[in-house]
């Protein structure tokens, strides 16, 4: 098979893997097992680490985002108020290269870069969710189902956790948010554990029968998001993000 071939080669090669996501995927089964030849990665899945040094691919430079939004948007004689507002564009869409081709499409089509930021503002799920007829870029999906379908490959526990971080701010969400939360005593000025009773059910399946925070049971479904890129999580302080976008 390929596999074999490879390994038997005496020249260089370079084998490309993209858009390995699937966190399911073994892919150590197709990767040669020798010391020559070189393998890229492309994935949102940050297991895949293990197989050799990695490069996290985040948003834009701001000016390269820039240059790609008026591109794809057609814009003609650009002018120096056209570059002002693509800026406020592209940095409302963190730089997103998907987003921004996205956008550029919307503006070519409607000659809109001046009315972009105000309707992504009032229309920003509808946008995000259209997909353009004609773009430079020949990617299939649109930003909204790409991280829909991630979304929907959750397990049915994980996706409330995520749908619940979307009430707090993108950044700053700590394990101790949630474990505070189910040890809520219910003072008498609080609201009362009925009202609560839906939130109070999901968090019990992270305390140990004895009513302790079980931090294992937590981390098997944070990891879980982020093996699709729906949060990331930096280890020195413990503390998880979610793109805004999502």
């Not at 570059?83 to 550029?104: D, F, H, N, S, T």
């Not at 309707?119 to 946008?127: D, G, P, Q, R, V």
């Amino acid at each position: 098979d390929a596999v074999k071939w490879l390994v038997a080669q005496k020249e260089d090669w370079l084998v490309f893997f993209d858009n390995a996501d699937d966190p399911k995927l073994d892919l150590h089964k197709f990767l040669p097992l020798c010391n020559h030849g070189n393998i890229i990665i492309t994935s949102r899945n940050p297991e895949l680490r293990v197989y050799g040094s990695h490069f996290p691919v985040s948003g834009m430079e701001e000016e390269d985002a820039i240059a790609l939004l008026l591109k794809s948007g057609a814009v003609q004689q650009i002018t120096s108020s056209d570059e002002k507002r693509a800026a406020e564009i592209v940095k409302v869409l963190w730089y997103l290269p998907l987003a921004i081709v996205q956008a550029g499409a919307f503006i070519a089509k409607f000659g809109a870069l001046n009315q972009y930021f105000d309707l992504y503002a009032k229309n920003h799920s509808k946008l995000l969710r259209e997909k353009p007829s004609q773009s430079h870029s020949d990617y299939e999906w649109t930003v909204y189902t790409t991280w829909q379908m991630s979304f929907d490959r959750l397990s049915p526990a994980a996706a409330v956790l995520l749908q619940l971080c979307s009430f707090l701010h993108q950044e700053g969400i700590s394990e101790d948010i949630f474990s505070r939360a189910a040890a809520y005593d219910f003072p008498s000025l609080g609201p009362s554990k009925e009202k609560l009773q839906q939130p109070l059910e999901f968090l019990s399946q992270f305390q140990e029968p004895d009513g302790k925070w079980d931090t294992m049971a937590f981390l098997e479904l944070t990891t879980e998001i982020m093996s699709y890129s729906l949060a990331m999580f930096a280890p020195e302080t413990r503390i998880f993000s979610i793109h805004p976008l999502v």
